[in-house]
């Protein structure tokens, strides 16, 4: 019985795992090296193919293009002509220009001083205007140049461009044709483009004048996407790959407009394009399946060949132990097995030669082989030992390297804690050299931050080393080029183990996130440290106990015990994590539209979740915008109205933080806040009102700040009060918490109505706040979707808090 429970420890602990897993590990390696090469070389061909197509139909769309420019160039030539000499015989010409070239918009001459004399559209004809273009480029390169392309604008998301060209003779005028550009798009119909890819024209600034179907609507800004910033800068050469208007990774191809400096860009998803990679990988998959259940089938036949005489050589030990020294081993596989057992035989021969002579040698002879024994069962145990991975200067390595991998830092420091000695001494160290001498080597129990983190049992984090009070640790850090630093304790309930500290390069906060998730690596750590040295000394026991067999079955038993409790433990653990992580994610979802407390007050509590289903309530709604801001995005770069757009909103969040609003939407400069949803608060209505207050004080100083600079903006609220459906409402990927209601539009509208640095409220929310605010009543209005005028006010200022406000209006009223 005991034979066949040795047998099988072998076959599940000792070489047979090593075979099987070295066998199919090979096997493995080689299919998988095999199939990546293949994958490779199927991709690159692949991609290959794709895009030479793409940039065919691109070439091909830009030369109809330049051929469309060149035949409305030729056409506009013709109402130059010299022979039309009068203002009638122009306007004539202009008139059937116009009808037969649907794309031209109007047309107008100037004379040789720049003035124009003439304009005719299709609605109107205007003689004598005489307004001065001499410095518009149309007419400065037109002179210049013979014929001038201007700049592509935008009329009402539409595009258009003007055509100059010079009329013959000295000082002879210019006539310009004002082209819509809408025809562009009938050159990238889905006949041409193709179903999967989609096709657009930019001009230089990287604007969408022409797109197909499927591509991005016209006049949208794609100057950020690498393969438009490469296409329209000069020199550069076009990528092959770059991401789309949504996202999403395309394969692209571009050619040039030269006359114009427009880029005709044609793009198609990867994940399409690449679908026969994604089945090849399939197919590879499917063969490192089958390659596997052969290895393990022909691992397992050879090892336990192997197997078999190493159960029969401790069989046969174990019956010499027993004192039969009849027994004779039996293996034949002409190698060391057999080598062994030979001695085996022999020193069994020798025994029971010199047993049936001297009863004391026999006892002495016996004496010795149950030490035999027990220093064989001594090396069993160091090897079980060995192959469980759990020797503590295996484990500390491990530990400092996953630290470091899920840390993104640049070195880890693991100090041990000697209780005797009220010392932590390093005993790992990954990205510094732990060998060198140095204050860091042993740091004595004290005022030091591992000290404090041992004893609070929280991480401690230190953004700046620089910055911070003078200790061993952070002496040693600084000069060696670290300047922040998280040291997180590896305590249990059984004391302090150490402590795990991580050390950056760079000075800089450590998230939030990144220190609750170093605390559970660190209960891992303490759990991995812990059975290290639980079984360390349990094999340390082994060996002072070997002697006696029964001991070592107790020591067995106690051995599963504690094993048995180790796996509550990982148990436990693992769903600790799980519930941490769990919790970390609802957080991430919630932090989306609501302020930080109020979406971990949520994510905290069991059941909350329920408070963003859909449901009615009362709610306080507060829309804001700048005034001006869309005169100073057309007249401003756009990088500067982002630095104004950047400031601004980091105003408004900081206070609708503090007051616990909800963030509905960011749309531009306007900025939509909900109140007393999802969170239902008393005060709801005086707390929109005080918070819209303090934004009208803070924008304010941000538009003195602005006009410093150049540029007129204002700033106006407006606040309603009503019943409103509340709910989210979006998709799996994309949710957002939103409110639907007359309230809703009401607030659009008294904000559309306030002046610049003016709060207007409905009569409804003043009476929620009379008693803390200064107002004016303002005349009734007339707004956009109610049928009845609206009663509106204007709130001045915000009074000190009032004690009792029921004495307080009783006053008023008497006043």
Known sequence: ????????????????????????????????????????????????????????????????????????????????????????????????????????????????????????????????SNADLSRDMRFTDAVAR????????????????????????????????????????????????????????????????????????????????????????????????????????????????????????FEQPTTQALMPIRDQLVRIALLIGMGLMVAILAGTLLARRMIIPIAALRAGAHRLGEGDFSHRIDVHTSDELEDLAGQFNRMAGQLQETYAGLETKVEERTRDLAQSINELKVLEEVGRAVASSLDLNAVLPTIAARALEITHADAVLIYGYDAGKRQFNLVEADGIDKSAEGAHVTIDEGANILSDAAGSGEPIAIADLDHAAEQPLRDVAVNAGFHSVLVVPLVDQQGTLGSLVVLHRAAGEFPGSLTGL??????????????????????????????????????????????????????????????QLGEIGRIKRLERFLAPQVAQLIASSDGHDALLDSHRREVTVVFCDLRGFTSFTEATEPEEAMNVLREYHAALGELIFRYEGTLDRFAGDGVMILFNAPIQFADHTKRAVKMAVEMRDAIGRLTEKWKNRGHSLGFGLGIAMGYATLGQIGFEQRLEYAAIGSVTNLASRLCDEARAGQIVVSRRVYGMVEPWVEARALDDLQLKGFNHPVLAMEILSWREEVENVVDASAARRRM
Do not use: C
């Not at 490779?40 to 197509?53: F, N, Q, V």
């Not at 070239?101 to 047309?107: E, Y």
């Not at 000394?537 to 106990?545: A, C, F, I, Q």
């Open 146 to 265: 013979g014929v001038s392309y201007a700049p592509a604008h935008f009329v009402d998301q539409s595009p258009f461009m003007s055509i100059s060209v010079a009329h013959s003779g000295f000082n002879a005028g210019v006539t310009v044709a004002e082209i819509d550009l809408s025809f562009l798009s009938d050159f990238l119909i889905d006949a041409q483009v193709g179903k999967a890819a989609f096709a657009y024209v930019v001009d230089p600034r990287g604007r969408v004048l022409a797109t197909s179907s499927k591509g991005p609507e016209v006049g949208k800004d794609l100057s950020k996407l690498p393969q438009v910033a490469a296409a329209i800068a000069p020199g550069r050469e076009p990528d092959s790959s770059g991401t789309d208007f949504n996202g999403h990774s395309v394969l692209t191809a571009a050619s040039a407009v030269p006359k114009l400096g427009w880029s005709v860009l």
């Open 1 to 128: 019985m005991a034979g066949a429970k040795d047998k099988i420890g072998l076959l599940r602990e000792g070489l047979f795992a090593k075979y099987v897993v070295s066998l199919v590990g090979l096997v493995v390696f080689v299919l998988a090296v095999n199939g990546a090469m293949e994958t490779w070389i199927s991709y690159r061909a692949t991609k290959t193919s794709l895009t030479d197509g793409l940039e065919d139909k691109a070439q091909a769309a830009s030369r109809r293009i330049e051929q469309s420019i060149s035949e409305l160039e030729r056409q506009i030539s013709w109402v130059t002509r010299a022979s039309q000499d009068t203002i009638d015989k122009r306007r004539a010409d202009y008139a059937q220009l116009l009808h037969q070239v649907s794309v031209v918009s109007q047309l107008f001459q100037l004379n040789g001083d720049g003035r124009e004399v003439l304009r005719v559209s299709r609605q109107s004809t205007t003689t004598g």
């Open 518 to 579: 170093m605390r559970t690596f660190a209960h891992q750590a303490v759990l991995a440290m812990r059975n290290a040295r639980l079984f360390t000394e349990v094999d340390h026991k082994g060996r002072e106990l070997a002697a006696a067999h029964e001991t070592v079955q107790q020591q067995a038993a106690k051995l599963q015990e504690q094993t048995e409790q180790l796996r509550n433990w990982n148990r436990s653990l693992e769903e600790r994590v799980e519930k």
